[in-house]
């Protein structure tokens, strides 16, 4: 079986239509004809996420459709080396047929029948080698009295500037976060949504400049939504530390957030405004576009990490008690930050990997270890590109503890924000995450930590 430092290195006179096999994640093509895919080496963070690099991906043409799922495969079948292709393409994989069983069948019948009606106790998935239950009184006791936490989602159908403009109706918010035990939301606005689109790869990018005043007027409309929809639905809207602990009593709650600091257009005097109009509380830094305040990791970099401006809003957010989230920020973003804050930095939603693309939102774990370093939390994403079911993605949960320590994970649903499906489609799958994570070894204490307790200190340090 060739593995793909192994294809890296095969000599250029290759014999052409040699049979192997070789291992790698299923890159699904939109509107591909059936057995046209790729494979590449690491599992991608969206739909998009296809590598640039040549060396990290096989053009596959299969015998018959293979039904991948979104694990890890084995491929059979006949391979050639490309030289000058016009699509860029170096290895291609002729006749492919799939060896055994995908490594990781998605999620979505048992998720489903998760959603569909209440358990006594939960089943986790097959990626964990062998089928475990956790009983659901189990599952909910370790989170009993905790002001579980969300810290970066989009629920609710708040985004998008046609329901904005439209007054769209609003999707079930509070029902869902009661019938799972969800206390807290982080509830981000989206504010570069009129200059981004998604391209046919299925990549979100920025496509033209915003024109002045823009955004803010955007943001401003954006934030209104947020705050309609707490006021339909019964929403709390946190704005202290005393209001997040006391969370899980008073009922579902939402901190006010924004992905992006695009609506300020470099005038500081914008943080303060928000923070007392619209009660804002956590502010991520850029987004999908680099911004006056800094670089994105899906963009080539212009302003070599954090700007000037971007130090002065993260020194207001400081002074005036707003979480800041480094979220979408590259490493030398990240880096510049951490010397500039005074309080935990927060990156909402992500996940590790061992080898970060040049476009990835995944980070590495030099990455992730200056958010710790600060005191600060990051929470993991469920794209099942990624992380097929709860026991997976409980899995990487697992894998961040080991790189940082437990006391800097959380939970970042990015609900309702992914172009990929999500292993964690609702508020009502938080007991199964919960089994999830117990019977990965955690102990009752430390899912309290993971889905509550860790971004709650932030929160009260971020604004003391």
């Keep these: 079986m060739l593995t793909f430092d192994q294809l890296r290195r095969l000599p250029a006179d290759w014999p052409q239509g040699r049979g192997v096999e070789i291992e790698g994640w ?35 043409f299969a015998a018959a459709p293979i039904p991948a799922g979104s694990g890890k495969l084995r ?40 959603m569909a009606a209440p358990l006594a106790c939960i089943a986790l998935g097959a990626t964990s080698g062998c089928a ?24 609710g159908r708040i985004l998008g500037a046609s329901r904005i403009a439209s007054h769209a109706p609003f999707a079930p918010v509070a029902a869902p976060m009661r019938e799972g035990g969800m206390a807290v939301l982080c509830l981000a606005i989206v504010a570069d949504t009129p200059t981004h689109h998604v391209t046919p790869d299925q990549r979100i990018r920025p496509f033209r400049d915003p024109d002045p005043g823009e955004l803010y007027a955007y943001g ?56 007392a109009r619209w009660t804002l509380r956590h502010l991520q830094l850029t987004h999908y576009r680099p911004n006056e305040l800094g670089d994105i990791q899906t963009e080539p970099p212009v302003h070599g990490g954090l700007t000037a401006f971007g130090a002065e809003v993260i020194r207001a957010c400081n002074r ?42 995944q980070i590495s774990r030099e990455h992730a270890q200056v958010i710790a370093g600060t005191g600060g939390v990051i929470g993991i994403w469920p794209p099942v590109t990624i992380y097929p079911d709860l026991t997976a993605m409980a899995a990487g949960i697992a894998r961040m503890v080991d790189a940082i320590g437990i006391d800097h994970v959380a939970l970042g649903s990015d609900m309702n924000g992914l172009l990929s499906p999500s292993a964690f489609a609702s508020y009502r799958a938080l007991p199964a995450l919960s089994a999830a994570l117990l019977a990965r070894g955690f102990q009752p204490p430390e899912v309290g930590k993971l889905l509550a307790g860790n971004y709650l200190r932030v929160f009260t340090q971020s604004l003391a």
């Design 220 to 275: 401003q409309a954006s934030f209104q939504r947020v705050h309609d929809l707490a006021r339909e639905q019964g929403l709390r809207i946190v704005a202290d530390a005393a209001g997040l602990a006391a969370a899980r009593s008073d009922g579902p709650s939402i901190i006010v957030s924004s992905e992006g600091g695009d609506f300020l257009e470099g005038q500081i005097g914008r943080v303060a405004e928000a923070h």
């Design 132 to 155: 475990q239950t956790v009983p659901e009184t189990e599952a909910r006791a370790a989170l009993a009295g905790l002001p579980t936490i969300d810290i970066h989602s989009h629920a």
């Design 75 to 114: 491929l059979a079948g006949e391979l050639h080396l490309l030289e000058a292709d016009p699509a860029g393409w170096r290895y291609q994989l002729r006749n492919a047929r799939l060896v055994g069983a995908p490594a990781a069948p998605g999620f979505f019948a048992s998720r489903r029948a998760l």
């Design 26 to 60: 299923p890159y699904p093509f939109p509107d591909a004809p059936p057995g046209y895919m790729a494979l590449v080496d690491e599992p991608g963070c969206c739909q998009g996420c296809l590598p640039r690099e040549a060396e990290r991906r096989v053009e596959v």
């Design 320 to 361: 005036l008690g707003i979480v800041v989230d480094v979220a979408h920020g590259t490493y030398d973003l990240v880096k510049a930050a951490a010397g500039v804050t005074t309080k935990p930095l927060v990156l909402s939603h992500t996940s590790l990997t061992g080898r970060p693309g040049p476009r990835s939102r």
